[in-house]
């Protein structure tokens, strides 16, 4: 993308948007707002470079950039306005902290002859959005000097993507913005790298020598198709059973004979065994966060029972938790290949069998008992086989998500870059904003959102943004039990039979859809939905599934009732 050469001297807000298209960003997304009109009057001259697309609410369009940062391994973009913006695109900015998401918020200010009097909708972003380990954002600044504009947003990219990735805050003084510079264009970032120590790499290889269970789990950001192909190839040197992380079930390839299966919620029984059993866990540019750990009971907090290997690029993840034997501080793009390179171990392996037992026992969970009438992993497994292999699928945070994350293989970063979208902060309404995103990033490709009746209307709304914007090749299937169903199962099992606050007033979700122009049928049973589907394949614009699911099938391995019972039992009623 060639950088439109800048008119001397232009507005800030003008330079902003230059320096944007110089980072190659060539979509935005956002809510408008009247403190940051120079910046949408310099996406208006820029326009031939870059768009800027328009949401329905800042939480939905924050999801969207945090999309954008998963699917390009560049930060996602977002604009919003003052306090009310700012507030609500905050779900964003949390997910993209937990996800370890490079994305950059971008928040209109009050002019600065207002600042401090709590002008109208005015916040301090610095302090709102962190910065820290447990924070919101990376980094969060304000840009005071409209000439070191470019400086601050060259850092910014900089800061998303070194170390672990992460989001950025920067509030834009409005007339800051409106100020004319004359400051270059800065040239666009290339994030410093870590690489394993090679002292490192040689203990890694002499504690794999001596192991006899060894598992290797795989996730987090920063990788890219080369690293996702080295470290595929370590497996198969060191012929290591490899499991993903939660939600970064895309990392290796779900379809190769090393695949062990998904270490997150609803965790396969027999691979928390596994990880429990294991003499060597070499954790793999990770997070080992709660949902990754089954609690920290997979792995013992602090010391785990298990050897542990830590690779990670951020250091304030390396021994954040754990007394780890091993911790190597380094990016993904060169763990992986450093990886390769350890020379591998003559054969045979002491742990060909327990890979082999690995592999089994993550086949034998895709085995799904039989539900009717509406039997959520044959859904699961036709739109697998229906769709094509470089299809993205999203989701928030839901029971009905546990579907998708036990029965849909996704293949390797390697082949098709991400292809989950979901957010590890657990954090519903996340999935169709991302899955419009994504079909308007990627319009060739098809994109799959699986949703639930609570999580869809959290950011419904973006409907429209699908909509306006032309997403075509998007689907949206609204799996809809009338229940909060997660928090009904959390009340089950721990208050049985006393439903509160968890049962949902639903609207008829495909006469929702169509309001909006989307196509939309409704369904309630198995044989109904590849039919449904297959006509969502051939229509010319997104459709809606809307799924009738009896409340009581609540996850892929229980029930309700069965719940309730067990809960009942324990209590002595
Ligand atoms: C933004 C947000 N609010 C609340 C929660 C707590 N929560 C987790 S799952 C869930 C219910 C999800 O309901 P639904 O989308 O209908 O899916 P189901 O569990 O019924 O399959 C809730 C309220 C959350 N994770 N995120």
Not at 498 to 524: C, H, I, K, M
Request: aromatic share 8%; proline share 7%; hydrophobic share 45%.
């Amino acid at each position: 993308m060639t950088i439109p050469a800048p008119v001397n001297p232009r507005p800030a807000g003008h330079a902003l948007v230059e320096a944007l298209v110089a980072q190659g960003v060539h979509t935005c997304f956002g809510v408008p707002g009247e403190s940051y009109l120079a910046v949408l009057d310099g996406f208006h001259q820029h326009r031939d470079h870059i768009r800027f697309i328009a949401c329905r609410q800042e939480g939905g369009a924050a999801f969207m950039a945090d999309a954008q940062g998963k699917l390009s391994g560049r930060p996602g973009i977002c604009f919003v306005t003052r306090g009310p913006g700012a507030t609500n695109a905050s779900i964003g900015v949390h997910t993209a902290f937990q996800d370890s998401t490079p994305m950059i918020l971008f928040v209109g200010q009050v002019a600065s002859d207002q600042r401090d009097r709590e002008a109208f909708q005015e916040l301090d972003y610095r302090q709102m959005f962190g910065p820290g380990t447990l924070g919101m954002a990376k980094w969060a600044a304000q840009v005071d000097s409209a000439e070191r504009l470019p400086e601050y947003i060259a850092r910014a990219f900089h800061v998303a993507l070194q170390g672990r990735p992460g989001p950025v805050v920067l509030a834009l003084p409005e007339d800051m913005l409106t100020t004319l510079i004359t400051a270059p264009v800065l040239p666009r970032v290339v994030p410093a790298r870590a690489w394993p120590a090679p002292g490192g790499l040689r203990e890694l290889r002499e504690r794999l020598m001596k192991a006899r269970r060894p598992l290797l789990i795989a996730g987090g950001s920063g990788w890219d198709a080369e690293a996702a192909a080295a470290l595929q190839r370590f497996a198969e040197n060191w012929q290591l059973p490899v499991a993903n992380g939660f939600r970064f079930q895309d990392t290796f390839d779900n379809r190769h004979p090393l695949y062990a299966g998904d270490v997150g919620i609803g965790i396969n029984p027999k691979l928390a065994e596994r990880v429990r059993d294991a003499d060597l866990i070499i954790a793999l540019g990770l997070r080992l966060g709660e949902m990754t750990t089954g609690g920290y009971t997979l792995l013992q907090a602090p010391r785990p029972a298990q050897q542990l290997v830590h690779i990670h690029a951020g250091p304030e993840e390396l021994g954040r938790v754990y007394a780890a034997d091993l911790l190597l501080q380094s990016s993904m793009a060169s763990a992986a290949k450093a990886l390769e390179a350890v020379a591998a171990p003559p054969a045979p392996l002491p742990w060909a069998e327990h890979a082999a037992a690995a592999q089994a026992d993550y086949r034998a969970n895709l085995v799904a008992p039989e539900v009717a009438p509406l039997d959520m992993a044959v859904v699961v497994k036709t739109l697998q086989r229906l769709l094509p292999e470089d299809t993205v699928y999203t989701n928030g945070a839901g029971n009905y998500s546990g579907w998708l994350h036990r029965y849909c293989q996704y293949p390797g970063l390697q082949h098709h870059g991400r292809t989950q979208l979901a957010p590890t902060s657990g954090a519903m309404g996340y999935g169709l904003p991302a899955a419009v995103a994504a079909a308007l990033l990627h319009p060739q490709r098809w994109v799959l959102n699986l949703t639930g009746d609570g999580d869809f209307l959290m950011n419904g709304q973006e409907l429209a943004t699908a909509m306006g914007y032309g997403a075509k090749k998007l689907i949206s299937v609204v799996v809809d039990n009338g229940s909060y169903g997660t928090i009904r199962m959390h009340q089950e099992r721990e208050y049985p039979g006393r439903v509160s606050g968890s049962d949902l007033y639903n609207p008829d979700f495909a006469a929702l859809a169509r309001a909006y122009g989307w196509q939309a049928e409704t369904l309630d049973h198995t044989a109904a939905f590849e039919p449904a589907l297959q006509r969502a394949l051939a229509a010319s614009g997104p459709t809606l599934l809307h799924l009738k699911l009896n409340v009581d099938v609540s996850t892929s391995r229980s029930t309700l009732s069965a719940m309730r019972d067990a809960a009942l039992a324990r209590l002595g009623h």
